[in-house]
């Protein structure tokens, strides 16, 4: 069992790497140096933090070595060094960065081969840490408009009908079981009594979307929260994020709608007369056996709750993964998007961002009360 999991887990170690240097290779040094977008970092700084990331908890902390470089623990600390400096600081450049990643990569596999993978959680962590900041970097080629940023396949399922399901009152466990890897924030599971709801079969669409733009959508006050319309209003916003500049989708009208902020989710579906899912009754929703509802994974969906922890939660192994994010001002997003790696794609997975934020390849699902 303990020479299948030391396989197995330096098989994921290899695919992640492959993903990432595979993404990040058709770009030029001064590409991966360039701050491409002030709300995200230079790509260089995402390798290095993959990196930084992998010796802390692998070779250091697991291994019980001294880190590699130590002089580069705050440049890579995403709390020390907010995306705001990072463009301004020293972080390894060009092939400075690619021998790091080599570096750091055989000393896990010597802590791998000589101390065997323990539990598994934390070399679980990093390979799923690694998967996260492929899709945030991938975040960054749209932001900057190049290769990457955008899905290339056609849209899954486009061809599912519209209407609604509904979802009798009733309790239901969420949150991930003890079994298995889960990030601390989707645990303990515990049971939850939600009322009755109806949730669309399918997220809301480039189609429909332009006939909210078309219809008035982003200049109808009526239909946007008072925090919502002085963000609108002060950024000028028309149309979701990486449209044209004439307000039409770029992608395929039958994909669900991307690139949308919390603030335009929540007016969207008081134009339609709904609301939000929580997330309670997204997950619920997603487990519903009777008429299944449509998971095509090509977007994240908002919900209307705040992240938080759930009744009995511990942070593990470290509090800023979740912890520090706990409260109002973070909204919680389910599912997961084209950009999200398999190993990652779960219904207990709960991602956040701020209700402003659109790089995020977040859509809407429309929920209902039941009358």
Known sequence: MAVAAHHAFAGALQHARA????????????EMERVQHPLMSPLDWDLGHIAAYEDLWIAHRHGGGALLRGDLADLYDAFETPRAVRGDIPFLRGQDVFDYLDAVRARTLEVLESR??????????????????????????FLANLPGGYPTSAPRDAGLPEG??????????????AAGFAFDNERPRHRVDVGGFQIARRPVTNATWLSFCEGGGYERR?????????????????????????????????RPVMHVSWFEADAFARAHGARLPTEAEWEKAATWTQEPVAQIGEAFEWTSSHFGGYPGFTAHPYREYSEVFFGDRYRVLRG??????????????RNWDLPQRRQIFAGVRLAKDVV
């Open 222 to 254: 009526e239909w946007w929260s008072d925090e919502g319309w002085a963000w609108k209003e002060e950024y000028d916003i028309t149309h979701p994020e990486g449209w044209t500049a004439h307000g039409r989708p770029r992608d395929d009208h039958d």
């Open 116 to 141: 065997g993978p323990g539990d598994g959680t934390l070399f679980e962590m990093v390979i799923r840490h690694e998967a996260q900041h492929n899709e945030t970097m991938r975040q960054t080629l």
């Open 19 to 30: 993903r990432t240097l595979s993404l990040v290779a058709p770009y030029s040094r001064a």
């Open 336 to 349: 997961s998007s084209w950009a999200t790696e398999p190993r990652l794609r779960s219904i207990t997975f």
């Open 164 to 177: 609604w399901i509904d979802i009798p009152a009733g309790d239901f466990s969420l949150g991930a079981d």
